[in-house]
Protein backbone atom coordinates (compact mmCIF):
# COMPACT_ATOMS: atom_id res chain seq x y z
CA UNK A 1 0.00 0.00 0.00
CA UNK A 2 0.86 3.27 -0.60
CA UNK A 3 1.49 6.08 1.93
CA UNK A 4 3.02 9.73 2.92
CA UNK A 5 4.75 10.60 5.47
CA UNK A 6 5.10 14.45 6.84
CA UNK A 7 8.04 15.65 8.91
CA UNK A 8 6.94 18.04 11.15
CA UNK A 9 3.39 18.29 12.85
CA UNK A 10 3.50 21.85 13.75
CA UNK A 11 5.38 24.26 11.20
CA UNK A 12 5.98 28.29 12.57
CA UNK A 13 6.92 31.28 9.94
CA UNK A 14 7.05 34.26 10.02
CA UNK A 15 4.64 36.66 7.33
CA UNK A 16 5.76 37.03 4.59
CA UNK A 17 8.39 34.38 5.05
CA UNK A 18 9.05 31.21 3.23
CA UNK A 19 6.77 28.07 3.97
CA UNK A 20 7.86 24.63 3.34
CA UNK A 21 5.80 21.95 4.29
CA UNK A 22 7.42 18.73 3.57
CA UNK A 23 5.93 15.13 2.87
CA UNK A 24 7.55 11.65 1.43
CA UNK A 25 5.78 9.22 -0.46
CA UNK A 26 6.11 5.51 -0.15
CA UNK A 27 5.07 4.07 -4.05
CA UNK A 28 5.90 1.23 -5.63
CA UNK A 29 4.35 3.00 -9.07
CA UNK A 30 4.04 6.33 -10.11
CA UNK A 31 1.62 7.78 -7.98
CA UNK A 32 -0.97 10.46 -7.61
CA UNK A 33 -0.06 13.23 -5.23
CA UNK A 34 -2.32 15.77 -3.42
CA UNK A 35 -1.73 18.62 -0.82
CA UNK A 36 -5.41 19.44 0.84
CA UNK A 37 -5.83 22.41 3.22
CA UNK A 38 -8.27 22.50 6.47
CA UNK A 39 -8.97 25.41 7.98
CA UNK A 40 -10.74 24.93 11.69
CA UNK A 41 -14.12 22.70 11.71
CA UNK A 42 -13.98 22.86 7.77
CA UNK A 43 -13.74 20.03 5.01
CA UNK A 44 -10.65 19.59 2.82
CA UNK A 45 -9.80 22.16 0.06
CA UNK A 46 -7.53 20.76 -2.59
CA UNK A 47 -4.18 23.02 -2.90
CA UNK A 48 -2.78 21.41 -6.13
CA UNK A 49 -2.41 17.70 -7.20
CA UNK A 50 0.60 15.75 -8.99
CA UNK A 51 -0.50 13.28 -11.73
CA UNK A 52 2.70 12.35 -13.35
CA UNK A 53 2.30 15.34 -16.31
CA UNK A 54 4.85 18.46 -15.05
CA UNK A 55 6.73 17.75 -12.21
CA UNK A 56 6.56 21.30 -10.62
CA UNK A 57 3.02 21.85 -9.99
CA UNK A 58 1.04 25.33 -9.22
CA UNK A 59 -1.91 25.38 -6.67
CA UNK A 60 -4.16 27.68 -5.21
CA UNK A 61 -3.64 30.74 -3.53
CA UNK A 62 0.21 30.95 -4.27
CA UNK A 63 1.26 27.34 -3.15
CA UNK A 64 2.99 25.08 -5.52
CA UNK A 65 5.17 21.31 -4.91
CA UNK A 66 7.88 19.62 -6.57
CA UNK A 67 7.32 16.19 -7.27
CA UNK A 68 11.01 14.61 -6.80
CA UNK A 69 11.37 10.91 -7.82
CA UNK A 70 14.70 10.46 -6.81
CA UNK A 71 13.69 11.93 -3.45
CA UNK A 72 10.35 10.37 -2.65
CA UNK A 73 9.31 13.70 -2.37
CA UNK A 74 6.67 15.95 -2.71
CA UNK A 75 6.93 19.41 -0.34
CA UNK A 76 4.92 22.19 -0.69
CA UNK A 77 6.41 25.68 -0.82
CA UNK A 78 5.09 29.05 -0.54
CA UNK A 79 7.15 32.05 -1.42
CA UNK A 80 5.51 34.73 1.20
CA UNK A 81 3.14 33.48 4.03
CA UNK A 82 -0.25 35.07 5.05
CA UNK A 83 -1.94 35.31 8.35
CA UNK A 84 -4.85 33.60 6.27
CA UNK A 85 -2.24 30.80 5.43
CA UNK A 86 -2.45 29.44 8.63
CA UNK A 87 -4.44 26.25 8.65
CA UNK A 88 -3.38 22.65 8.56
CA UNK A 89 -2.03 20.88 5.21
CA UNK A 90 -2.45 17.65 4.63
CA UNK A 91 -0.06 15.23 2.13
CA UNK A 92 -2.14 12.65 0.25
CA UNK A 93 -1.46 9.35 -1.80
CA UNK A 94 -3.70 7.53 -4.30
CA UNK A 95 -3.89 4.09 -4.85
CA UNK A 96 -5.91 2.45 -7.84
CA UNK A 97 -7.88 -0.53 -6.01
CA UNK A 98 -10.13 -3.14 -7.22
CA UNK A 99 -12.81 -1.84 -8.70
CA UNK A 100 -11.25 0.96 -10.44
CA UNK A 101 -11.26 3.77 -8.22
CA UNK A 102 -8.48 5.31 -6.17
CA UNK A 103 -8.11 5.38 -2.57
CA UNK A 104 -6.51 8.43 -0.77
CA UNK A 105 -4.34 7.93 1.99
CA UNK A 106 -3.58 11.25 3.69
CA UNK A 107 -0.68 12.14 5.69
CA UNK A 108 -0.40 13.04 9.56
CA UNK A 109 -1.03 16.52 8.95
CA UNK A 110 1.06 19.79 9.70
CA UNK A 111 -0.45 22.53 11.06
CA UNK A 112 0.90 25.86 9.86
CA UNK A 113 1.13 29.01 12.26
CA UNK A 114 1.75 32.25 10.97
CA UNK A 115 3.27 35.17 13.39
CA UNK A 116 2.68 38.41 12.71
CA UNK B 1 -15.09 23.03 -8.97
CA UNK B 2 -18.08 20.77 -7.38
CA UNK B 3 -19.64 20.81 -4.14
CA UNK B 4 -20.37 18.44 -1.66
CA UNK B 5 -22.42 19.02 1.14
CA UNK B 6 -23.17 17.35 4.56
CA UNK B 7 -25.92 17.37 7.16
CA UNK B 8 -26.26 18.16 9.92
CA UNK B 9 -22.95 20.34 10.55
CA UNK B 10 -22.87 19.75 13.59
CA UNK B 11 -24.90 17.00 16.47
CA UNK B 12 -25.14 16.33 19.82
CA UNK B 13 -26.67 13.18 21.04
CA UNK B 14 -27.47 10.73 23.96
CA UNK B 15 -25.43 7.82 24.29
CA UNK B 16 -27.28 4.90 22.65
CA UNK B 17 -28.85 7.15 19.96
CA UNK B 18 -28.61 6.44 16.88
CA UNK B 19 -27.66 9.66 14.22
CA UNK B 20 -27.84 9.79 10.80
CA UNK B 21 -25.36 12.08 8.42
CA UNK B 22 -25.94 12.88 4.64
CA UNK B 23 -23.78 13.64 2.50
CA UNK B 24 -24.58 15.17 -1.28
CA UNK B 25 -22.82 16.17 -4.56
CA UNK B 26 -24.78 19.26 -5.54
CA UNK B 27 -23.89 19.58 -9.29
CA UNK B 28 -22.39 16.22 -10.48
CA UNK B 29 -23.42 12.75 -9.99
CA UNK B 30 -21.30 10.63 -7.77
CA UNK B 31 -20.85 6.81 -8.45
CA UNK B 32 -18.47 6.40 -5.71
CA UNK B 33 -18.39 8.33 -2.10
CA UNK B 34 -16.41 8.24 1.15
CA UNK B 35 -16.07 8.66 4.42
CA UNK B 36 -13.79 9.75 6.87
CA UNK B 37 -13.37 10.05 10.27
CA UNK B 38 -11.09 12.26 12.23
CA UNK B 39 -10.34 12.61 15.86
CA UNK B 40 -9.46 15.95 17.55
CA UNK B 41 -5.54 16.91 16.36
CA UNK B 42 -4.98 13.94 13.83
CA UNK B 43 -5.81 12.77 10.35
CA UNK B 44 -8.54 11.69 8.51
CA UNK B 45 -8.79 7.67 8.13
CA UNK B 46 -10.95 6.30 5.74
CA UNK B 47 -13.83 4.49 6.89
CA UNK B 48 -15.47 3.01 4.46
CA UNK B 49 -16.20 3.60 0.13
CA UNK B 50 -19.88 3.98 -0.72
CA UNK B 51 -20.70 2.30 -4.20
CA UNK B 52 -24.01 3.74 -5.43
CA UNK B 53 -26.37 0.34 -5.56
CA UNK B 54 -24.48 -2.44 -3.80
CA UNK B 55 -22.85 -2.65 -0.06
CA UNK B 56 -20.09 -0.46 0.98
CA UNK B 57 -16.64 -1.81 1.35
CA UNK B 58 -15.28 -1.02 5.35
CA UNK B 59 -11.67 -0.79 6.12
CA UNK B 60 -10.65 -3.14 8.24
CA UNK B 61 -11.33 -2.31 11.90
CA UNK B 62 -14.30 -0.26 11.51
CA UNK B 63 -17.48 -1.99 12.71
CA UNK B 64 -20.03 -2.24 10.08
CA UNK B 65 -22.98 -2.77 11.90
CA UNK B 66 -22.25 0.18 14.01
CA UNK B 67 -21.04 2.27 11.12
CA UNK B 68 -24.41 1.76 8.94
CA UNK B 69 -23.66 2.73 5.39
CA UNK B 70 -26.51 3.53 2.36
CA UNK B 71 -25.50 4.86 -1.30
CA UNK B 72 -29.38 5.01 -2.24
CA UNK B 73 -28.79 7.59 -5.59
CA UNK B 74 -25.89 9.14 -7.29
CA UNK B 75 -26.00 12.06 -5.60
CA UNK B 76 -26.48 11.12 -1.82
CA UNK B 77 -24.98 8.59 0.78
CA UNK B 78 -25.70 8.55 4.44
CA UNK B 79 -23.64 7.54 7.28
CA UNK B 80 -25.86 6.24 10.49
CA UNK B 81 -23.93 5.74 13.86
CA UNK B 82 -26.37 3.34 15.67
CA UNK B 83 -26.49 3.32 19.57
CA UNK B 84 -23.94 5.84 19.32
CA UNK B 85 -21.32 6.24 22.59
CA UNK B 86 -18.59 8.78 23.90
CA UNK B 87 -16.05 7.15 21.93
CA UNK B 88 -17.99 8.01 18.83
CA UNK B 89 -17.76 11.69 18.95
CA UNK B 90 -15.59 12.33 16.24
CA UNK B 91 -15.65 15.21 13.06
CA UNK B 92 -16.98 12.79 10.31
CA UNK B 93 -16.04 13.88 6.72
CA UNK B 94 -17.24 12.46 3.40
CA UNK B 95 -15.96 12.98 -0.24
CA UNK B 96 -17.34 12.26 -3.59
CA UNK B 97 -15.38 11.48 -6.53
CA UNK B 98 -16.45 13.70 -9.34
CA UNK B 99 -16.29 12.34 -12.86
CA UNK B 100 -14.32 13.94 -15.95
CA UNK B 101 -13.47 17.14 -16.43
CA UNK B 102 -12.65 17.07 -12.45
CA UNK B 103 -11.74 13.56 -11.83
CA UNK B 104 -10.95 13.62 -8.71
CA UNK B 105 -12.68 13.43 -5.00
CA UNK B 106 -14.21 16.63 -3.56
CA UNK B 107 -14.48 16.59 0.14
CA UNK B 108 -17.87 17.95 2.42
CA UNK B 109 -17.24 20.28 4.85
CA UNK B 110 -17.91 17.73 7.74
CA UNK B 111 -19.70 16.69 10.51
CA UNK B 112 -18.98 17.09 14.27
CA UNK B 113 -20.72 14.43 16.19
CA UNK B 114 -20.99 14.72 20.29
CA UNK B 115 -22.30 12.05 21.61
CA UNK B 116 -23.22 12.70 26.04
Known amino acids: AQSVTQLGSHVSVSEGALVLLRCNYS??????LFWYVQYPNQGLQLLLK??????LVKGINGFEAEFKKSETSFHLTKPSAHMSDAAEYFC??????????????FGTGTKLQVIP | GAVVSQHPSWVICKSGTSVKIECRSL??????MFWYRQFPKQSLMLMAT?????????EQGVEKDKFLINHASLTLSTLTVTSAHPEDSSFYIC????????????FGPGTRLTVL
Open chain 2, 50 to 58: SNEGSKATY
Open chain 2, 27 to 32: DFQATT
Open chain 1, 92 to 105: AVSDLVSGGYQKVT
Open chain 2, 95 to 106: SARAPLPYNEQF
Open chain 1, 50 to 55: YTSAAT
Open chain 1, 27 to 32: SSVPPY
